[in-house]
């Protein structure tokens, strides 16, 4: 009986190929989910931040049904902060015993900075669609956009400096980073009852997740943005 509800109704692979019914249970315990279970779900729902999916949008084949009817992605705050300074140069050193001059050398530097993370597997980088494509739109009410579906994005400079005789220079540069906090909010709708099936009452799940990614300042005439973030000469004795 258990399993011809289960076919009626459908089921969804979770993180890690366990099975998550979509049943409500009498067993208490079968009605827990792991956060990573819970986003799964949201993945696989039928409608995902108010787009109506098909199976295939999450990999889902034929015989496949939704483990979900609906999920949000519900923003609960959002933050800027400095990332972690790294030094983006080599060493250029004004140290010769007979220097006088203040030495001119041109700095450039690419960096790469790592695009949006989340906690669980089917929120990591690497999809444009899905979930990621969810946190996307989300990112937009913000004007530091970054974009989900690629998986870093760049900071470069190039900069006329001058080296002071007796020291050695070179560019540091710590990228600006956003962070936003939300929760993923899966319901699974009440159902009546029918010939081979028990009334179900409505199910809601909530996962937590945090994202972070760089800011991203806009691009010109179409082309990507560059990393926001300060670059600073530092300056250290021969």
């Not at 690629?150 to 540091?172: C, D, F, N, Y």
Request: charged share 25%.
């Amino acid at each position: 009986m258990k399993k011809i509800r289960l076919v009626a109704i459908g089921c969804a692979l979770a993180t890690g190929g366990a099975i998550v019914t979509l049943l409500p249970s009498a067993d208490a315990a079968e009605e827990e989910k792991t956060p990573e279970q819970i986003v799964s779900m949201c993945q696989r729902s039928a409608v995902l931040n108010g787009k109506q999916q098909s199976v295939s949008d999450f990999g889902g084949g034929f015989a496949d049904g939704f483990a979900a009817d609906n999920c949000d992605f519900v923003e609960t705050k959002f933050e800027t902060f400095d990332g972690p300074t790294d030094k983006v140069t080599v060493d250029f050193p004004n140290c010769e015993p007979n220097a006088t001059e203040p030495s001119k050398v041109t700095t450039e530097y690419s960096q790469a900075v790592a695009q949006g993370q989340g906690k669980y597997t089917v929120t990591q980088q690497g999809a444009a669609g899905g979930l990621f494509g969810a946190l996307s739109g989300s990112w937009l009410k913000h004007k530091a956009t970054l974009d989900m579906t690629i998986k870093s994005a760049t900071a470069t400079e190039s900069e006329q400096r001058e080296v002071p005789v007796g020291k050695i220079l070179h560019v540091t540069f710590t990228p600006k980073m956003q962070r936003m906090t939300g929760e993923w909010r899966v319901r699974i709708d009440a159902r009546e009852a029918t010939t081979v099936t028990n009334a179900t009452p409505e199910k809601n799940f909530v996962a937590e997740d945090v994202v972070e990614g760089p800011v991203i300042r806009p691009g010109a005439a179409g082309t990507p943005g560059l990393v926001d973030g300060t670059s600073k000469a530092v300056l250290e004795d021969c």
